[in-house]
């Protein structure tokens, strides 16, 4: 008869740091802490030893001292004479500006092509897959300086536009694309305005509650209320009326040519328009690649079925086809917006204003202060970064499919 | 009955027809351009619009193209032949191809030096690329890197030896001990190889890279498009086993080494290249002791290559988490430690999966390769906006000399995806 008994209880021993897996991790950890803690002391050494060779210390006082370089396009108010903490806040408004519009444009870029590339149009396909292909695997930093080297070597100078018989002539009369950059008109608010941008914001509310409204009648009783007359009516009547009514309060300064210059208007500068474009171009072509994907995702079974069921081709498009690509398409298009905000670090090369320009740039040049001004660089990058990765989780945590 | 059928009908068919031809609009290229270019009215106004386009691209471009003017040593003289007429100066190009490709600090006798190293690189990727090929030709392949230091810096040829030998000395003893254990194998081959390197760097003599039979090049006289090319290649290449160590650590049961991993990953993940850069450039050097002097290509090496190697570690990452759960527990059921579950078994399959991500990391990455003219370093971009649309016969010739760069990446960024491509359906070995 046996007797099953417990195997003896072995005491710790040290060669189980090495030869028990329960242990061993505790080992590997310990020697890698060793290690981390060698380089860090090691790289820290080096660090005050180079430091008080060159008579340098870490500090950040020097940001606000006066920066004493000027930026021709600031969203705030920005002299020589303030600070290098407002230059580099004037370049982080920069850098999100750039961003944002980018994202924007990029998004509808990619979209159109995206969808265009699964055109039943031959010609159109290969007309899309060649632009994906040609913005695709042909660096960025190359397309930004074509596209300011456009701007500023074949657009027209200001002169140009002198004279009876200009070389160059507005565009509708508005707008003037100069090699010193864009001239946009500018709105002027006159008394009034605010009543009429009120109106403007209400007849938004007001198109999407009578669309909620229309959708609820349709689910409640089935009653079918025409969606795109109406809609287009309150979006647009109420603005125009009260426009008139107040007695036009809002104008537009438009651009004039004054001396060598155009005055008035606002000036958007060619490196601005370089950057925003080429970042819009090269990234809308790695959108339409995402769109595609999304939209081949969504198996041939579900258009058929709805199909089948009696839906007409957009609303198959709306109802089945859409909410499904979508799942698939955000993540990579968020992903996309990350690397345009971080692409956008490429303005260095053109010379637009934004945080690494202003921050990483002449800063850093003016005060010396590489270690102070790279960390807080990656300091904002990093923040931006995690937050719209933080976004795309809850964005990931709300789409999953819900499986039981 | 039938006499009567004979007399009712006049005429009965005994043959068959021979099928008569399809409509004409229903076959050939008629049907094709119905089908792909005039299905619906708005498909023919796209089509429409798509030949607009297409005319306004070709009726800009190819004029200037075939016009171009190919034999001119100034733009000025260039302007002179094309009289006012609407051409290209690709003269630029044929006077100045080798700073586009070499930089203008290369010594141009020894351009056959890079341009073997180029030729030799085909040789040495090819076994790597086409697995078809001849397994023995991979042993090629390990010797590559060396013989290209060699001939690109030029030099002793003591330096890339006694490097080769560290590293050969390493993988014997990694093979002899791999066998008891992983950890054994990797060590001692590390400290055979830092031995090796230690003696080699007694017995190299001072000053011999002065008579050496390949003159020596130092690294700032490196630029052009060999400068993309040589970043490219060495960081894609050192930074595939670092990646593969990061997604590891990254999965790793121990919170210290995860940790580590995680915080390394998003933080360089989260910064753009050009703030690497700038700390290559500006910041490095504080990290060093103040006598060591690590020139800016290897500085740049070091920070591109931590850049790639947390993107290629997500990717690799990915094609981890894809593998069924099924293939760790059957490594752990076969009794397979840590290590050789990993290498036999999870590994080569989640490689596998990785590579069109890895090969996208790659092309990315080369694209990149381009930052480091912000930084006052002399590639293709660098040397275009800096040497040679400063001097004062090529200044004002920008469309000539960006259209070159573009389609020099092109070339290479399309036949790379288009090998991922390839590979992708080679690899595919489910059954669809």
Redesign the interface.
């Known amino acids: 008869m046996t007797t099953l008994t417990d195997p003896p209880r072995e005491s710790f021993r040290l060669s189980m740091l090495i030869n028990d897996t329960r242990y061993r ?1 505790l080992t ?2 310990g020697i ?2 060793l290690v ?1 803690i060698i380089a860090i002391a090691y ?1 820290a050494n ?2 005050l ?3 008080a ?1 060159a008579g340098l210390n870490i500090a950040y006082d020097f940001l606000g001292d006066p920066a004493g370089y000027d930026i021709n396009q600031a969203l705030v108010e920005y002299n020589s004479r303030s600070s290098h903490a407002r230059a580099a806040l004037v370049g982080v408004l920069n850098t999100l500006l750039v961003a944002f519009l980018a994202c924007i444009t990029a998004t509808v870029f990619g979209v159109i092509a995206g969808v265009l590339r699964l ?6 396909r290969k ?1 899309m897959s060649f632009y994906v ?2 913005f ?7 397309w930004i ?2 596209i300011f ?1 456009i701007m500023t ?1 074949v657009m027209p100078a200001p002169r140009a536009f002198r004279g009876d018989e200009p070389e160059a002539t507005m565009l509708m009369g508005l707008f003037a694309f100069t090699n010193r950059g864009v001239y946009i008109p500018a709105p002027v608010w006159g008394p009034g305005s605010m009543v009429v941008v009120a109106t403007f914001i209400a007849s938004i509310i007001g198109v999407i509650g009578y669309r909620r409204y229309a959708t609820k009648l349709l689910y409640d009783t089935g009653k079918l209320l025409p969606m795109g007359w109406p809609s287009l009516a309150i979006f647009f009547l109420p603005t125009i009326l009260m426009f008139y009514i107040m007695g036009r309060p809002i104008g537009l300064d438009v651009p004039e040519l004054g001396g060598f210059n155009f005055r008035g208007g606002i000036q958007v500068g060619a490196p601005l328009i370089a950057l925003w474009f080429a970042l819009s171009i090269y990234t809308g072509a790695f959108i339409a690649e995402n769109v595609r994907a999304g939209i081949q995702a969504v198996s041939k079974g579900q258009t058929e079925a709805a199909s089948a069921l009696g839906l007409r081709p957009g609303r198959v498009m709306k109802l089945v086809v859409l909410p499904q690509a979508l799942r698939v398409i955000i993540p990579p298009l968020i992903s996309q917006y990350l690397n345009i905000t ?2 956008s ?2 303005a ?2 053109v010379g637009y204003a934004d945080i ?1 320009a202003t921050l ?1 740039g002449i800063t ?1 040049n003016q005060t010396g202060r ?2 102070e001004c ?1 960390l807080l ?2 300091l904002f ?2 923040t931006i ?2 937050l719209i990765s933080a976004v795309m989780n809850v964005y990931n945590n709300a789409v999953k499919l819900k499986e039981r | 009955m039938s006499d009567t059928h004979a007399h009712s009908v006049a005429f009965v068919r005994e043959t068959e027809i021979p099928s008569s031809p399809p409509p004409y609009a229903a076959t050939g290229p008629v049907k094709w351009l119905r ?3 005039f ?1 619906t009215p708005a ?1 023919s106004l ?2 429409i619009a ?2 607009y ?2 005319w306004q691209i070709l009726s800009g471009t190819m004029p200037w193209i075939l016009n171009g003017i190919w034999n001119t040593s100034s733009l000025a003289e260039c302007r002179q032949v094309l009289d006012g007429a609407v051409g290209a100066c690709f003269s630029v190009l044929t006077e100045r191809w080798n700073q586009l490709l070499f930089g203008f600090q290369y010594p141009s006798e020894l351009y056959w030096r890079p341009t073997l190293a180029l030729g030799l690189l085909f040789v040495a990727a090819a076994p790597v690329l086409f697995f078809d090929l001849p397994r023995k030709l991979l042993a090629f392949t390990a010797v590559y890197p060396f013989i290209a230091f060699w001939l690109i810096w030029g030099g002793t040829i003591l330096t890339p030896i006694v490097a080769f030998a560290g590293v050969a000395a390493g993988a014997v003893v990694y093979q002899r001990l791999v066998t008891g254990s992983f950890a054994y194998g990797f060590f001692g081959g590390i400290i055979a190889a830092f031995i090796v390197w230690t003696v080699g760097g007694w017995i190299i003599p001072d000053g011999a890279s002065e008579t050496a039979m390949l003159t020596a090049v130092p690294s700032r006289d490196l630029g052009g498009f060999m400068l993309n090319m040589m970043l490219g290649v060495t960081c894609v290449t050192l930074s595939i086993p670092i990646g593969i160590a990061l997604a590891l650590g990254r999965q790793s ?5 995860k940790v ?1 991993c995680v915080v390394f990953i ?2 360089v ?7 690497l850069l ?2 290559a450039s ?2 490095l ?6 006598e060591s002097s690590l020139d800016l290509f290897l500085r740049v090496v070091i920070m591109i290559t931590m850049f790639s190697s947390a993107y290629i570690a997500e990717v690799i990452r990915g094609g981890l988490a894809a593998l069924p759960k099924g293939q760790y527990e059957a490594a752990d059921s076969l009794g397979l430690d840590y290590p050789q579950a990993m290498r036999l078994i999870i590994l080569p399959q989640a490689l596998k999966i990785s590579i069109p991500g890895i090969v996208n990391i790659a ?1 990315g990455l080369f ?2 390769t ?2 480091v ?2 930084i006052g370093m002399f590639d293709i ?1 660098g040397m275009i ?1 800096g040497p040679i649309l400063a001097s004062t016969e090529w200044n ?1 010739v ?2 000539e000399l ?1 259209g070159f ?2 389609v020099l ?2 070339v290479v ?2 036949g790379i ?1 288009q090998y991922s491509q390839w590979l992708e359906r080679r690899l595919a070995t489910d059954h669809r």
């Open positions: 991790s590997f950890q890698t802490l981390l790289l080096n660090l030893t180079n430091l060779a055109s039943n149009n031959w010609l159109v007309l292909e040609i695709r695997n042909i660096p960025v930093l190359i300086i074509i080297t070597a971080k692409n670090s490429l260095i090369a690494t990483g850093l590489a270690i790279v660089l990656m990058y990093l970064s995690l | 089908e792909n270019l299905a498909n796209l089509t798509a030949l386009v297409i049961s121990m919170p210290l080494i580590v998003e933080f993940r989260g910064v753009p290249l050009i703030t700038f700390v500006v910041m050097a504080y990290f060093f002791p103040p092309v694209k990149d381009t930052l003219s912000v971009v906006r004002g920008y469309w960006l760069a573009s990446f092109f960024c399309y995806s």
